[in-house]
């Protein structure tokens, strides 16, 4: 059987959506991508897409007329951004652990590096690489004949005319609609036509750009600017800068009670920076300290989740990872994920053995353990540093933090005070009464009070900074953690900043960012659900569905995954991007969320993180306890036959029969519950005189002075309704839950 569109489209690094039109142009209309195609027809699209590669087989020798579409991305520089140069990569240096450390010497201080730049490019320009810019004409490939040169002419001088559309980011229908001179109504009947419904403002993908462009009449161009305002795509650029050493950033993670915390105090609280003693610790996301007249910054938040949502934010603060195993206990499931997430991550790791003081303590299993990991001690011929220690009694912290300060002189960390400061927001929150409150790693130049600073996707000017003892400074160097007010609004973690020294343009690029956000947000609620999975796969949009499954045990994982790789509907195609054992974790929802994919739990229940994560990052779950009802409904929703999944159910009926009004805090309802009960985390509904007056939630839910998770028949609690303070004597509270109802 010949090749279908789709296969062929991707073979070309185009869209099915450019084939099928450029097939419209050939005479051979076809359904959709599904169609297969005949021989004739790939040979004469493979002309179109390829011409470049005819002339060399027709041996011309002259220079092709028409360039393939460059992007500016690699020409565009910052107007006052420095031509890239390469920061030139220090020598080969021992590892300091098997195997993660090849890279290591590009790090001397470029952390906004050339990799992560070429990447973006790759994503955003990737779909128009490798296809000729004016696409949809050359059939006759010569770019000397005579048709050729007036064609070629011809397009010159419709580009002059306006003919080709160029735009950088995103287009909505009404943006369009002005490039072309259009209505947006004859945008939108035009979309009509190709089974689309869209409003107005509705942003429009590449594909849909180029579909509507063409039928329009015009070319379009997508131009990748990458400018000021994409500070971190940004080569920095150090070449005028002597740099210099900088301190370490280290991150702590092992597994659950291995000790963590325990390692961060102890550190923290014998090795308080020296000549700062006094000063009151202050936990702000990270502190320094002092060795041998070096400083180490620790990264204050233990464990593996806040470094992945760093990093899959984009910010590689991390130079060191110092892994936590308990000698008593062993490399346990989580210890396995850091060392994942390090070896990810492309860092040294430090091992840390700790409860030595434990009875059982076992270090050299756990050496043993390791080996399967590629961390083989020194002592075994390897090459990663194990250190005894025990946290509790600070004992081995010693000569734990002059591995790091070994590390590092091996790693050769380095940067420069002496430009505007950049770096990554550590952690960041709302106070009342100062504002936004950022933790940022400053990680190169020096960040000083009154500094015009971009932040994510906010901006502002600092207004104090205050230090992890609590002091105030005035500036701030490279790999010094500080806590700053002075935005206007709150950064996420994991965002990245930079100072600009003109206040304006720091304003200007933080409110094109923070649009940009808003953008994005929009398409993020664009992301895949199930319920509109029936019509994206018929618009074509879906091809391979993403996803993700946690199971209660590895055969179930197993069993689910083969189940719904069977599952054949319309050319679309399940695609299991992960699956695993225990519950929803962040890490699965930040992986979902990146991958564009759902995630499938079956017998397991995301933990609380995760499941804010995935309202905040639009993530579906789906949660089953029968095999057979996940994959029914996977093939349901592809079928376009999705049922409704949450039925309320109504658990209990509370007589209220007091009550009092507090002040600051509002009106609580001294209640007795007469039939069922009633759970702290239940929906309730207000009954007056059989008329609902309010429906939300539970605020608080007490028996005498406890807080408590259910209150049964015959007991009496103290309620509070969440925003809701006109309770009344002999108001009856329903409560009900939602309750998941399992396809038939
Ligand atoms: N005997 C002994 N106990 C320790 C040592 N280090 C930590 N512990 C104890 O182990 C328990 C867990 O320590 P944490 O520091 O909370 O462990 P963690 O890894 O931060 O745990 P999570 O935050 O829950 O992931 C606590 O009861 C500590 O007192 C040690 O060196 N020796």
């Given at each position: 059987m010949g090749k279908r569109v789709y296969e062929f489209a991707k073979e070309q690094n185009v869209t099915s959506k450019q084939v099928i039109t450029q097939l419209e142009k050939m005479n051979k209309p076809v359904k959709n991508h599904m169609a297969v195609l005949d021989e004739e027809s790939v040979k004469q699209l493979d002309r179109v897409f390829n011409p470049e590669k005819y002339r060399s087989a027709d041996k011309q020798e002259k220079p092709a007329a028409t360039k393939p579409a460059e992007t500016k991305s690699a020409e565009s520089k910052p107007?006052?951004?420095?031509?890239?140069?390469?920061?030139?990569?220090?020598k080969a240096r021992p590892q300091a652990s098997g195997g993660q450390s090849n890279q290591a010497g590009n790090r001397g201080g470029n952390r906004f590096g050339n990799n992560r730049n070429d990447n973006r490019n790759k994503k955003r320009g990737g779909k128009f690489k490798g296809k000729p810019a004016k696409a949809a004409v050359p059939l006759e490939a010569d770019p000397n004949s005579k048709t050729s040169q007036r064609k070629a002419a011809r397009l010159a001088q419709e580009s002059e005319m306006g003919n080709v559309i160029k735009y950088d980011d995103v287009l909505s229908v009404s943006d369009l609609a002005a490039k072309m001179d259009k209505k947006p109504n004859e945008i939108i009947m035009k979309l009509m036509g190709l089974g689309v419904m869209a409003t107005i403002n509705q942003t429009l993908d590449d594909e849909t750009i180029e579909l509507l462009a063409t039928e329009f009449g015009y070319e379009v161009e997508k131009e990748v600017l990458i400018d000021e305002t994409d500070f971190e795509e940004v080569e920095i650029d150090f070449s005028e800068y002597e740099l210099v050493e900088r301190p370490a950033v280290v991150t702590i993670m092992g597994h659950v009670d291995h000790g963590k915390t325990t390692l961060l105090d102890s550190i923290r609280n014998t090795k308080v920076?020296?000549?700062?003693?006094?000063g009151i610790t202050q936990h702000i996301g990270a502190y320094q300290v002092e060795v041998n007249d070096k400083k180490i910054t620790f990264l204050d938040t233990p464990g593996h989740a806040a470094f992945t949502t760093m990093r899959a934010r984009?910010?590689?603060?991390?130079?060191i990872a110092i892994i936590v195993v308990a000698a008593d206990d062993g490399v346990m499931p989580q210890t396995e994920e850091a060392i994942s997430h390090a070896k990810a991550a492309n860092v040294p790791i430090i091992v840390a053995v700790n409860?030595?003081?434990?009875?059982?303590?076992n270090p050299d299993r756990v050496k043993q353990e390791l080996t399967e990991f590629g961390l083989v001690p020194e002592e075994w011929g390897g090459e990663t540093i194990f250190v005894p220690i025990s946290a509790l009694k600070d004992e081995g912290i010693d000569e734990l933090l002059e591995m790091i300060l070994l590390v590092s002189e091996v790693e050769e960390y380095k940067s420069t005070p002496e430009m505007p400061a950049r770096g990554s927001v550590i952690e960041a929150k709302l106070d009342k009464g100062r504002g936004p409150v950022a933790t940022l790693l400053v990680q190169h130049g020096t960040l000083r009070i009154g500094d015009s600073i971009v932040v994510g996707s906010t901006f502002g000017r600092v207004r104090a900074m205050v230090n992890d003892i609590g002091r105030r400074v005035k500036e701030v160097g490279p790999s010094t953690p500080i806590e700053i007010t002075g935005l206007n609004d709150v950064p996420q973690a994991g965002d990245q900043f930079i100072v600009f020294e003109d206040e304006k343009k720091a304003r200007a690029i933080g409110e094109k960012r923070y649009q940009r956000y808003l953008e994005s947000q929009r398409r993020e609620s664009?992301?895949?659900s199930l319920d509109d999975l029936f019509s994206r796969i018929q618009e074509g949009e879906v091809k391979d569905l993403n996803v993700i499954i946690k199971a209660d045990v590895q055969g179930s994982a197993e069993a689910l995954a083969g189940s719904l790789r069977k599952?054949?509907?319309?050319g679309v195609k399940i695609n299991i991007v992960h699956q695993g054992v225990g519950a929803i974790t962040e890490g699965d929802v930040i992986l979902a969320s990146a991958a564009n994919a759902i995630i499938i739990g079956f017998n397991v229940r995301p933990d609380g993180n995760a499941r804010s994560m995935a309202e905040q990052e639009h993530v579906e779950m789906r949660l089953h306890r029968i095999i057979y009802n996940a994959i029914d409904e996977i093939e349901s929703a592809m079928k376009g036959m999705l049922d409704p999944e949450f039925v309320e159910e109504i658990t209990g009926q509370v007589e209220v029969r007091d009550v009092f009004k507090v002040s600051k805090v509002g009106t609580i309802a001294g209640c007795y519950v007469t039939e069922g009960k009633i759970s702290r985390d239940a929906g309730v509904r207000i009954i007056r005189n059989g008329i609902v007056v309010y429906e939300g939630k539970l605020d608080t839910l007490r028996r005498f002075k406890d807080d408590v998770k259910e209150v049964a028949t015959g007991y009496e609690c103290g309620i509070k309704v969440e925003k809701f303070d006109d309770i009344k004597v002999e108001d009856v509270i329903e409560a009900f839950i939602m309750k998941e109802v399992e396809r038939k």
């Open positions: 107007a006052d951004a420095k031509p890239a140069a390469k920061q030139e990569a220090p920076v020296a000549g700062e003693a006094g984009g910010a590689e603060v991390t130079d409860k030595m003081d434990k009875e059982g303590a664009a992301k895949v599952i054949d509907v319309a």
